[in-house]
């Protein structure tokens, strides 16, 4: 055939998320054939430096539709990608970025242009038969730790707590099906504690699948954690961490915090985790300062030696702010998003960039997920060996869990578990 691997059609629509909230799927055709689809992912506790969401405003949706993304992908986009290559993915992600030609990709909408992104790499991967995380690289081996959010705060719940996510990571297992019945074996111990204490309200899920108490008290809700992991038997296999996403905690009028109702200083904020990094076994904490406070970073990336910390509202999967946070060493890891940054090969320059400088890559969901697994995929790909994909529940949630157990078992005996060595696998 003497066009072959030819992007013949695109096709973008109008889905809903798990919060009902309209997002952008994308259909790649090649040679008229073979198609892959993606969907976009939206968060809610979003950094101010992210590539731009297009959404329609007005009332349908309330403001949130997304038909002008979906226009700019079935007109302009459609237009200058078909008859390319599909398996040219950096080639089309570049043409899309200069099409657009803004730095936040505000003309045509990062949702607009990440669809055709992952679907463009899906659809070259189904058109060489194989899966997408041996498309993108060849010798992955490594399945990730599960960072799992079981209880839930912030943004993305309906309580008091001040911290988003209160996370529990299985290092300690020896694959990662185990890791995966472990923390679903503790999530159903949880779940009737957390009734008993707080009443049956109290476990009604947030974004992310976790329960939603009413405590106020960071320490409260880690002891409630530990405890059911206690219950379960597998203290010694579990550690802990948070996301603080300290943005939404930060008045930028006052420069205080506000930390389970008190007024705290920066540095009133580094003691707070240092104290609690002394008493608990605390592997990683995300965000726990403001998004643009570089300094800040590097100063508790020192103070809590031997912590992963992670940043995602700092760093945006953006190589340019990852370059300002490795000139000062703020943070030690990138929290992955592949739509902060609008396109698949830019996210994976990010990634390339973190861990040639010896930075961490945490594999991330949005509050805002379809049944997409697409990010179990990456994180295989990325041999990056942890995932933030929330609690094993809504199946916005398992969809990326089980999609890593058919991974693992495809890989058979050349899968790697993370484990204790999530930070840099092996
Ligand atoms: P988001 O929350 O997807 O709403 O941004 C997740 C996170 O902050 O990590
Ligand atoms: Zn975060």
């Known amino acids: 055939m003497a066009h072959r691997n030819r992007i013949t059609a695109i096709k973008a629509r109008e889905i809903i998320d798990c919060r009902g909230t309209p997002t952008v799927q994308v259909d790649v055709w090649v040679d008229d054939v073979v198609c892959g689809r993606a969907d976009v992912p939206s968060g809610r506790s979003t950094g101010s430096h992210e590539a731009y969401e297009l959404r329609?405003?007005?009332?349908?949706?309330?403001?949130?539709?997304?038909?002008?993304?979906?226009?700019?992908?079935?007109?302009?986009?459609?237009?200058?990608?078909?008859?390319?290559?599909?398996?040219?993915?950096?080639?089309?992600?570049?043409?899309?970025?200069?099409?657009?030609?803004?730095?936040?990709?505000?003309?045509?909408?990062?949702?607009?242009?990440?669809?055709?992104s992952l679907a463009v790499a899906r659809a070259a991967a189904a058109t060489l038969n194989l899966p997408l995380y041996r498309y993108l690289n060849s010798a992955a081996h490594v399945l990730p730790v599960p960072m799992m959010n079981l209880v839930n705060g912030g943004k993305l719940s309906s309580n008091d707590l001040c911290f988003q996510e209160f996370i529990m990571m299985p290092v300690g297992a020896t694959s990662f099906s185990e890791a995966l019945r472990m923390?679903?074996?503790?999530?159903?111990?949880?779940?009737?504690?957390?009734?008993?204490?707080?009443?049956?309200?109290?476990?009604?899920?947030?974004?992310?699948?976790?329960v939603v108490p009413p405590i106020v008290n960071v320490r409260e809700a880690l002891d409630l954690l530990c405890e059911a992991v206690a219950r379960s038997g597998y203290s010694e296999h579990i550690g802990y961490a948070f996301d603080c996403a300290a943005t939404h905690l930060y008045d930028s009028q006052t420069g205080r915090y506000t930390f389970e109702g008190k007024n705290l200083t920066r540095d009133e904020v580094i003691r707070f985790f240092e104290h609690l990094v002394a008493e608990y076994p605390i592997l990683s904490i995300e965000d726990p300062l403001h998004e643009?406070?570089?300094?800040?970073?590097?100063?508790?990336?020192?103070?809590?030696?031997?912590?992963?910390?992670?940043?995602?509202?700092?760093?945006?999967?953006?190589?340019?702010?990852?370059?300002?946070?490795?000139?000062?060493?703020?943070?030690?890891?990138?929290?992955?998003?592949?739509?902060?940054?609008?396109?698949?090969?830019?996210?994976?320059?990010?990634?390339?960039?973190?861990?040639?400088?010896?930075?961490?890559?945490?594999?991330?969901?949005?509050?805002?997920?379809?049944?997409?697994?697409?990010?179990?995929?990456?994180?295989?790909?990325?041999?990056?060996?942890?995932?933030?994909?929330?609690?094993?529940?809504?199946?916005?949630?398992?969809?990326?869990?089980?999609?890593?157990?058919?991974?693992?078992?495809?890989?058979?005996?050349?899968?790697?578990?993370?484990?204790?060595?999530?930070?840099?696998?092996?």
């Open 292 to 426: 643009d406070d570089f300094e800040g970073f590097a100063e508790i990336t020192q103070a809590l030696e031997g912590v992963q910390i992670v940043g995602d509202d700092l760093f945006v999967t953006n190589k340019e702010r990852l370059a300002l946070g490795l000139q000062q060493n703020a943070a030690n890891a990138v929290l992955w998003k592949v739509n902060q940054i609008g396109t698949l090969t830019e996210a994976m320059e990010t990634a390339s960039m973190a861990f040639r400088n010896g930075y961490g890559v945490c594999v991330s969901e949005r509050s805002g997920e379809t049944e997409d697994p697409m990010i179990a995929d990456l994180v295989v790909a990325l041999d990056s060996g942890q995932i933030k994909t929330g609690a094993p529940v809504r199946s916005e949630r398992t969809a990326k869990y089980n999609r890593l157990l058919q991974i693992e078992e495809e890989l058979g005996s050349a899968a790697t578990y993370a484990g204790r060595d999530f930070r840099r696998p092996v």
């Open 183 to 210: 923390t679903a074996e503790i999530n159903a111990i949880l779940r009737p504690m957390t009734a008993d204490r707080y009443g049956k309200l109290a476990i009604n899920v947030g974004d992310e699948g976790g």
């Open 56 to 116: 329609d405003g007005g009332s349908r949706y309330a403001g949130f539709g997304v038909r002008k993304a979906v226009a700019n992908v079935n007109t302009v986009i459609a237009d200058a990608l078909i008859g390319r290559d599909v398996t040219e993915q950096r080639a089309v992600d570049r043409e899309m970025a200069s099409l657009d030609g803004t730095a936040n990709k505000n003309r045509l909408g990062a949702n607009a242009i990440l669809g055709v």
